[in-house]
């Protein structure tokens, strides 16, 4: 189970107790969709918890969550794609993948690349199309030293 999730009930989290339940890393992740500035209600809440909490659980094939098969992909801290770091992997899988660097994005791991004008750079793919380059940021490391995940 992922650690920020350890002990936490989603189900009796709401849009008004979520600050006393969550873990700061979690509050401060959803607290930009909830009201006055966000449109969150309680059910729309709890499944944008399941999601991250889903991300974070290990996937069966690998024995490790998708965020740190992504983590560790990129813990070089070298901009690439998906499909550069996972060149095998199936449709789907990368669908997956690239969902999972979206919530890496907004919890501070990760940036797509954008040129000096804040326009995205794009490499083709395996495929021949236009893909995303995401950078990984100083905080991925720090995710991975929590887990004990980088080698010492």
Do not use: W
């Not at 490790?64 to 550069?84: E, H, S, V, W, Y």
């Amino acid at each position: 189970m992922s650690y920020r999730f350890q002990g936490i009930c989603i189900d009796s989290v709401t849009i008004h107790n979520y600050q006393e339940i969550l873990p700061t890393s979690l509050v401060l992740q959803v607290e930009d969709f909830l009201p006055p500035s966000g449109s969150f209600d309680n059910v729309c809440l709890r499944r944008y918890l399941l999601n991250i909490k889903n991300y974070e659980e290990e996937d069966a094939n690998s024995n490790m969550t998708l965020a740190n098969r992504l983590r560790i992909a990129f813990k070089n801290m070298q901009p690439d794609t998906i499909c550069g770091k996972f060149p095998q992997a199936e449709l789907p899988l990368k669908r997956r993948l690239r969902c999972v660097a979206e919530y890496l994005i907004r919890s501070g791991e990760f940036d797509k690349v954008r040129d000096e004008k804040g326009k995205l750079i794009k490499k083709r793919g395996n495929l021949g199309k236009l893909v995303v380059l995401y950078k990984p940021l100083p905080k991925l490391l720090e995710s991975l030293a929590k887990q004990n995940l980088l080698e010492k």
